[in-house]
């Protein structure tokens, strides 16, 4: 049975708004002022086609503007190619549905032709050299005007990095004043490649290559003070599906290969050398929550999955017959990796958990707070805050109210981990009408909700830019 309460989640919305002030019931603090900006998908549907893969659909950049207790809301689509194809009829996609970014790769890599990956950016943004970019997990990112939204064209790095796949969670390390990544090279050598992005550049330095005869599906990366860890899971990608004629997609090239362990490979920051490969038994991450160093041990915690059952859940198909309830739960778990290579693992939270944020100033630091959407209820998602020291955990949930991704703003001048507020975008499927709400983080009391004039279909990620 179609679950009905689901719709407006994954239903397209075509309205555009600019700079509308939204009512606000409670208070948003007045110290909070710069902007939250999110991407995610917000059409479904392409050359005719309803699209497959939630991870497919056409990228809306949305952003909530606080100045003074007042929040404006902006939403619009990105005008990209594959906006227009859609809007003339022709399909699009990228992760399941039609032909992907990869595939278009792998024929540049047979001299089939240039590689032709899709634009529609919709997974993430980022401020690089000032501009702000929408980004996406092929080399073909779109810059945006961050108070109209405005497309801008393609972003363009000054460097010469060859990647076929790029993360878009850039890990922007605030101590270093960098974003660090990870990318994805082809050849007959693959390659999981590292870089850093210094501030005020548009240049990838590369410090780190590693080569992999079956490279894995990386999404995100830890990033520690001295290294950065790349998880390899035995969810491979069968490089050689690409150039089948029954490849419609990424998604096709996907191959969950349980015979395979989980690879840690701890590399310098400063050297690029892998200081420490260690392995874990098999599991599947899409997002790393925050990296630190102990006492010559790295730790990593991460949303794991028992297997890659999370992918095919986020069918578009699946997700309209059984909701979120069909969807295997993340669990928060904490990798620590001895310089000798052994591993050992400690569960941090016991429910459901996805979609987690911690504070700017912890980040690649010893920290004890994470906050995400907890996924373990009936009828709502909800807001989670983990101790990780003490082994506690507050929640927020209120009932048909999706919570989405979280996060954490911390006051100016803070000297506590949690003094700041959490933001949190949510639908409310019964009203069918998105809120921001806004929580004390040292508490996670409600401290007030910002009404949207329309359903925002479920968005991936954000950050949280200070002005
Ligand atoms: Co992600």
Known sequence: MADANFTPGFRSLDEEVTDRTLPVEGSFPPWLSGQLIRNGPAKFEGGGQRLTH?????????????????????????????????????????????????????????????????????????????GFVALTEVPKWVRFDSETLATRGEFTFQDLATHHMITAHLVEDPHRGEHVGHALTFGRTHEYRLFRIPDGTRRREEFAAIPTDSPAYVHSVGVSEDHVTLVETPLRIDVLRALSPFTEGFFDLLDWQSERDTTFYVVSRDTGKVAVEATAPPFFTFHTVNAFEDGGDVVVDLIAFEDDGVVTALRLDDLAEQGFAGVPPGRLERYRIAPDGTIERRRLYDGGIELPDVPRQVRTRPYRYAYGQSTDREGANELVKVDTERGTAREFWERELYVEEPCVVSRPDADAEDDGVVLAPALDVAAEQSLLLCFDAATLAELGRARVPHPIPFGFHGRFFGS
Request: zero cysteines; charged letters at 25%; glycine letters at 14%.
């Open 54 to 130: 939630w991870f497919d659909g056409l990228a809306m950049p949305r952003k909530y503007a606080f100045d003074g207790g007042e929040v404006r809301y902006t939403n619009r689509f990105l005008r990209t190619e594959s906006y227009e194809d859609a809007a003339a009829g022709r399909p699009i996609g990228q992760f399941a549905t039609g032909v992907g970014g990869l595939a278009k790769a792998l024929g540049w890599l047979r001299r089939l032709g240039p590689p032709e990956p899709t634009d529609n950016a919709n997974v993430h943004v980022a401020r690089l050299d000032g």
